[in-house]
């Protein structure tokens, strides 16, 4: 298992209070955060991520 299966696209992950959208980047630079207004709010390295995000929410899964 690696970094993309644990914040898969479309989660939510959750730093302090705020909330921001997971999406891969596209150079494999790690983790794009976006806000709620869509706007890219930073770049977050896969090794970094566990010690910045305090919490995630998985999108919902439709079979």
């Known amino acids: 298992m690696n970094w993309r299966d644990l914040y898969p696209e479309g989660s ?9 959208v997971v999406s891969h980047n596209e150079h494999a630079l ?3 955060l976006f806000d709620k207004d869509d706007q890219l709010v ?3 390295a896969p090794e970094f991520v566990p010690k910045i995000v ?4 998985y999108p ?3 079979e």
């Open 12 to 20: 939510t992950v959750f730093i302090g209070r705020e909330g921001y």
């Open 30 to 32: 790690g983790l794009d």
């Open 42 to 44: 930073m770049t977050i």
């Open 54 to 57: 305090d919490g995630i929410r």
């Open 60 to 62: 919902e899964v439709t």
